[in-house]
């Protein structure tokens, strides 16, 4: 692979301003000398004040694009570099993630030229030993259970059998099931012995499968013998939750025979905490392909989650097809240097675009499907719609005044306006299709980070505000929302939205479903208003927060520092009065991917916490034992 013939080093300094100032240097590795040029790069830790810079000139900034030119006549010469200044941030960089993400140069005969950009320095810092962020751990019982079981008294073997097979006579839907689990567990772990067989073997142990009226849906049950396994189970999620167990049993012993064994006798009786355990996954951000969204599900199925929450819109693009409207796809996705989107959070001097087809969707509504994994789509409105408004400039009030305010992603007039009539009737036939793709009870429709002063330079928005009473943003936006949920009744679907959705007004209560990201107190006044609530605070299941205090740790960290024990220990029920417990339908992991410039960081940041969250969300508090998550984890897949 070639690499680029320029890199840009960057450090933070404190000094020089409230927020302090990057100093950047742009190295030129070519042979030939360049000049009459821009730079561009992007980065969260955005430039407010365009004069201060040194040896450069403010050109542009579009959320996190920003563009700057060296001094006018400026030749940087082969192996020479170029320093210069920013300050005038908006806020201080924390971690080395808060620099440029990606950098291009800009010719003056439009050629776009790729940069390699560093890690971000912190002046004046030395280098600081990474975090311990997961201990050995300790095992009671020797068993690779992630989550644990609600009750275990098992007693551990010396030997574990090659593989667990069905008895004769097992059900055309028992095989499927196991089927179903062999191949998971082959996806997962391509190169373990799969723990699962469909024909008998002398080395192996034959299981019995029945269902069981009395058991719950989710439920099952398991008795061992050094003959053979019985699995109990409720109803077809209780059945693969059932063979998975088996499944990490066996694997655990096999992979680490010292640590872990397979059970010889006893029972396990196990159910979830919580219906609702969820996983979200920004795909606006940064694309994933189908391949990674099936795998993703097949983690969550592997660690008993149910909901896969599918952030598929956002300012940065529109990732999913929509037959009325193609330009959201041929337009609403590209990012490019020569726009109409610019290129963010990582982009460089190529065009990178990316979304699904309806067929796509439904492969993996059906894959999640068979994993008893539930896919619940969101299309965020009415904040969060830079790419919408830019596909469709019909969208917008012509009349409003540009930049009239930003969201605090840093992008200009990016909500979908109230007052527009196409608003509703693009948003109902974009439901109209998304109601036969997918068939989840839910649909999100987003409702969070609307700016506050938001329409209020658009005249349409002024008239619509008269005439029906409206004071303010967010009384505009409930009377939008609750348009939107109107349009999900006659579709027989129901609400599910962030927080925010309950402001100025909120939605009727009945049927929706609100997730409680900004802190966990606003889940316990959500449910005191009436609402469903799943638990979703940033300072414990925002998988995009860092994980250490050290500037090296990379991610984000508005709501704080999150180690794994932190999302381990927290106790999303903590709080919430007697009284309102019936409200907490469960708790979910959110993968936001800002900071998610590829499977390394996706990696380091999603996994042990993922696991922790999938255990909160399934196992009694009574059994939660994090030096015994610590010591079982190791196992996990990974993207
Ligand atoms: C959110 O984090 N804006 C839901």
């Given at each position: 692979m070639q690499s680029a013939s320029y890199r840009l080093e960057s450090a933070w300094h404190t000094d020089g301003g409230p927020h302090g100032r990057f100093v950047f240097s742009l190295l030129n590795l070519s042979d030939t000398a360049l000049q009459d040029f821009t730079i561009v790069y992007t980065s969260l830790t955005r430039v407010i004040d365009k004069t201060a810079c040194e040896n450069a000139v403010f050109v542009k900034r579009n959320a996190n694009y920003h563009e700057f030119a060296p001094p006018a006549g400026f030749v940087l010469a082969p192996g020479a570099s170029w320093t210069f200044t920013i300050g005038g941030l908006h806020r201080k960089a924390v971690h080395c993630t808060d620099g440029a993400k990606s950098a291009y140069l800009t010719l003056a005969d439009g050629r776009h030229v790729p940069v390699a950009v560093s890690d971000l320095l912190l002046e004046g810092r030395t280098s600081e030993p990474p975090p311990v962020l997961l201990p050995e751990g300790k095992l009671d019982l020797p068993f690779a259970l992630q989550p644990w079981p609600r009750r275990i008294d098992v007693k551990p073997g010396d030997t574990f059998p090659v593989c667990l097979y069905p008895a004769p006579g097992a059900s055309m839907e028992d095989l499927k099931a196991i089927d179903t689990v062999i191949g998971l567990f082959r996806r997962l772990f391509e190169a373990d012995h799969a723990p699962l067989s469909l024909a008998a073997n002398s080395q192996g142990r034959v299981l019995h499968l029945t269902p069981d009226a009395t058991l719950a849906a989710e439920a099952y049950a398991l008795s061992f013998s050094s003959e053979?396994?019985?699995?109990?189970?409720?109803?077809?999620?209780?059945?693969?939750?059932?063979?998975?167990?088996?499944?990490?049993?066996?694997?655990?012993?096999?992979?680490?025979?010292?640590?872990?064994?397979?059970?010889?006798?006893?029972?396990?009786?196990?159910?979830?905490?919580?219906?609702?355990?969820?996983?979200?996954?920004?795909?606006?951000?940064?694309?994933?392909?189908?391949?990674?969204?099936?795998?993703?599900?097949?983690?969550?199925?592997?660690?008993?989650?149910?909901?896969?929450?599918?952030?598929?819109t956002d300012d940065e693009a529109w990732r999913l097809e929509i037959k009325a409207y193609p330009e959201l796809t041929a337009v609403g996705v590209v990012r490019s240097p020569d726009g109409p989107l610019l290129p963010q959070l990582g982009n460089g001097a190529e065009p990178v675009g990316g979304f699904y087809s309806q067929d796509d969707v439904r492969t993996l509504v059906a894959h999640a499907l068979t994993l008893n994994v539930e896919i619940i789509p969101e299309i965020d409105t009415p904040g969060h719609n830079s790419a919408t408004l830019v596909a469709l400039r019909d969208l917008s009030d012509g009349q409003e005044a540009p930049e009239s305010y930003h969201s605090v992603q840093g992008y200009p007039n990016n909500a979908l306006n109230p007052a527009v009539p196409f608003t509703y009737e693009f948003l109902g036939k974009v439901l109209d299709e998304i109601v036969e793709l997918f068939p989840s009870a839910y649909i999100h429709i987003g409702g969070d980070e609307v700016p506050n002063g938001a329409w209020l330079a658009s005249p349409l928005a002024r008239k619509l505000m008269e005439k029906e009473g409206i004071t303010g943003t967010f009384e505009l936006q409930s009377y939008f929302l609750r348009q939107i949920k109107d349009m999900l009744t006659k579709r027989g679907k129901k609400l599910a939205g962030w927080n925010e959705v309950a402001h100025g007004g909120g939605v009727d209560t009945a049927e929706t479903l609100l997730m409680a990201w900004e802190t966990p107190e606003v889940g316990i006044e959500l449910a005191r208003e009436g609402y469903d609530v799943v638990m979703t605070p940033g300072q414990a299941y925002y998988l995009d927060m860092v994980q250490g205090e050290e500037w090296q740790e990379p991610g984000a960290s508005w709501a704080g520092t999150v180690p794994p024990a932190h999302t381990y220990g927290y106790e999303a029920e903590g709080d919430f009065p007697e009284e309102l417990k019936d409200r907490m339908k469960g708790v979910q992991a959110c993968i936001w991917c800002e900071h998610y410039l590829s499977r390394g960081y996706f990696n380091r940041l999603v996994f042990p916490r993922l696991p922790a969250i999938a255990e909160a969300a399934w196992t009694p508090k009574s059994q939660k034992d994090w030096l015994r998550f610590a010591a079982i984890v190791p196992l996990s897949p990974k993207l």
């Amino acid at each position: 692979m070639q690499s680029a013939s320029y890199r840009l080093e960057s450090a933070w300094h404190t000094d020089g301003g409230p927020h302090g100032r990057f100093v950047f240097s742009l190295l030129n590795l070519s042979d030939t000398a360049l000049q009459d040029f821009t730079i561009v790069y992007t980065s969260l830790t955005r430039v407010i004040d365009k004069t201060a810079c040194e040896n450069a000139v403010f050109v542009k900034r579009n959320a996190n694009y920003h563009e700057f030119a060296p001094p006018a006549g400026f030749v940087l010469a082969p192996g020479a570099s170029w320093t210069f200044t920013i300050g005038g941030l908006h806020r201080k960089a924390v971690h080395c993630t808060d620099g440029a993400k990606s950098a291009y140069l800009t010719l003056a005969d439009g050629r776009h030229v790729p940069v390699a950009v560093s890690d971000l320095l912190l002046e004046g810092r030395t280098s600081e030993p990474p975090p311990v962020l997961l201990p050995e751990g300790k095992l009671d019982l020797p068993f690779a259970l992630q989550p644990w079981p609600r009750r275990i008294d098992v007693k551990p073997g010396d030997t574990f059998p090659v593989c667990l097979y069905p008895a004769p006579g097992a059900s055309m839907e028992d095989l499927k099931a196991i089927d179903t689990v062999i191949g998971l567990f082959r996806r997962l772990f391509e190169a373990d012995h799969a723990p699962l067989s469909l024909a008998a073997n002398s080395q192996g142990r034959v299981l019995h499968l029945t269902p069981d009226a009395t058991l719950a849906a989710e439920a099952y049950a398991l008795s061992f013998s050094s003959e053979a396994i019985t699995l109990s189970y409720g109803g077809g999620a209780g059945r693969q939750y059932g063979l998975t167990s088996l499944a990490q049993l066996l694997n655990g012993a096999r992979r680490e025979p010292g640590k872990f064994r397979f059970p010889i006798s006893g029972t396990i009786s196990d159910a979830p905490r919580y219906g609702w355990r969820g996983c979200h996954l920004d795909v606006s951000r940064q694309f994933y392909p189908v391949a990674d969204v099936a795998r993703l599900i097949d983690i969550l199925a592997w660690f008993k989650l149910n909901i896969f929450h599918w952030h598929l819109t956002d300012d940065e693009a529109w990732r999913l097809e929509i037959k009325a409207y193609p330009e959201l796809t041929a337009v609403g996705v590209v990012r490019s240097p020569d726009g109409p989107l610019l290129p963010q959070l990582g982009n460089g001097a190529e065009p990178v675009g990316g979304f699904y087809s309806q067929d796509d969707v439904r492969t993996l509504v059906a894959h999640a499907l068979t994993l008893n994994v539930e896919i619940i789509p969101e299309i965020d409105t009415p904040g969060h719609n830079s790419a919408t408004l830019v596909a469709l400039r019909d969208l917008s009030d012509g009349q409003e005044a540009p930049e009239s305010y930003h969201s605090v992603q840093g992008y200009p007039n990016n909500a979908l306006n109230p007052a527009v009539p196409f608003t509703y009737e693009f948003l109902g036939k974009v439901l109209d299709e998304i109601v036969e793709l997918f068939p989840s009870a839910y649909i999100h429709i987003g409702g969070d980070e609307v700016p506050n002063g938001a329409w209020l330079a658009s005249p349409l928005a002024r008239k619509l505000m008269e005439k029906e009473g409206i004071t303010g943003t967010f009384e505009l936006q409930s009377y939008f929302l609750r348009q939107i949920k109107d349009m999900l009744t006659k579709r027989g679907k129901k609400l599910a939205g962030w927080n925010e959705v309950a402001h100025g007004g909120g939605v009727d209560t009945a049927e929706t479903l609100l997730m409680a990201w900004e802190t966990p107190e606003v889940g316990i006044e959500l449910a005191r208003e009436g609402y469903d609530v799943v638990m979703t605070p940033g300072q414990a299941y925002y998988l995009d927060m860092v994980q250490g205090e050290e500037w090296q740790e990379p991610g984000a960290s508005w709501a704080g520092t999150v180690p794994p024990a932190h999302t381990y220990g927290y106790e999303a029920e903590g709080d919430f009065p007697e009284e309102l417990k019936d409200r907490m339908k469960g708790v979910q992991a959110c993968i936001w991917c800002e900071h998610y410039l590829s499977r390394g960081y996706f990696n380091r940041l999603v996994f042990p916490r993922l696991p922790a969250i999938a255990e909160a969300a399934w196992t009694p508090k009574s059994q939660k034992d994090w030096l015994r998550f610590a010591a079982i984890v190791p196992l996990s897949p990974k993207l």
